[in-house]
């Protein structure tokens, strides 16, 4: 029973992420359990209570565990998510959807990020403050993601300026709340063309300088739940 606790704890605490601990010489009653905890002395703490509750259950002082400074620490989990010098480009970037997300690829460590869409004021004051917030090196391109020749030129020009494409966003779209009977067949092609067939032409167009460049890449479409159930003020029928 006590050991089965043991294991349970020395597992417990594995899980924690942060600094490894070993007793101090001076605590004999630890080192003379070695055999019931192999293993312990490589225990991973996070918190000093951690080291508080390995003590209380081994019947020892808290102080006799110090931090071992000599093991590296281990790897944060968000590390993992860092972005260190990558590229991203990200349509219909000033705002709603698109400026978060443009917001937490710049925190996550870009080292540029491109803003394309329609609206120029927009554009070219959320690059600024992109700039002023993560100083990362932020370029707004002006077009409509319709105009193929648009956004093949864009792409082009960011490979220019800001040296490479690794990630693309496609958060451009638009979206008309009016009931299926009463839609105008315009209105639902030019939806389906903003949020669909744009989508595929700047994938395409950004894909081809990832292919080139040989670095593979990241291509994000966004959906929506709007897409299979009505979610926004409308009558189901
Ligand atoms: N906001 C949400 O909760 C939500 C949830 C799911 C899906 N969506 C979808 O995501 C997309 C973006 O939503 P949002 O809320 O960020 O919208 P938004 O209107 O806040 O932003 C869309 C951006 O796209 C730009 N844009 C529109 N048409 C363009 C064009 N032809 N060329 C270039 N830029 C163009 C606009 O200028 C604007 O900056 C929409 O398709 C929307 O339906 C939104």
């Known amino acids: 029973m ?3 606790f043991a294991r349970f704890l020395h597992l417990r605490i594995a899980f924690t992420n942060g600094h490894r601990i070993t007793p101090s010489p001076s605590c004999r009653r630890i080192r003379g359990s070695r055999g019931i905890f192999p293993g312990y002395s490589q225990i991973a703490v996070d918190e000093r209570h951690d080291a508080a509750v390995v003590a209380e259950v081994l019947k020892a002082p808290a102080e006799s565990f110090t931090p071992a400074t000599t093991l590296a620490p281990r790897k944060r989990v968000l590390d993992m998510f860092r972005l ?5 480009v990200i349509t219909g970037g000033p705002r709603g959807l698109g400026y978060p997300m443009a917001e937490g690829l710049c925190a996550a460590g870009l080292s540029g990020i491109a803003i394309l869409d329609l609206q120029s004021d927009l554009g070219e004051s959320a690059c600024e403050q992109l700039y002023s917030e993560y100083g990362v090196s932020a370029r707004f ?3 409509d993601v319709r105009d193929e020749g648009a956004v093949q030129n864009a792409m082009e020009s ?5 040296g490479k494409i690794d990630i693309l966003i496609l958060s451009a779209g638009v979206a008309d709340h009016v009931h299926a009977e009463n839609y105008s067949p315009a209105k639902f092609h030019r939806v389906i063309d903003i ?3 744009a989508s595929f032409v700047c994938a395409q167009a950004a894909g081809k300088h990832m292919i080139a460049a040989g670095r593979g890449g990241s291509i994000i479409f966004i959906g929506s739940m709007s897409g299979s159930i009505v979610s926004i003020c409308l009558q189901r029928v």
């Open 2 to 4: 006590y050991l089965a």
């Open 84 to 88: 260190d010098g990558r590229v991203a």
């Open 141 to 143: 391109y002006r077009l």
């Open 158 to 162: 960011i490979v220019r300026d800001l």
């Open 195 to 197: 949020n669909l067939n």
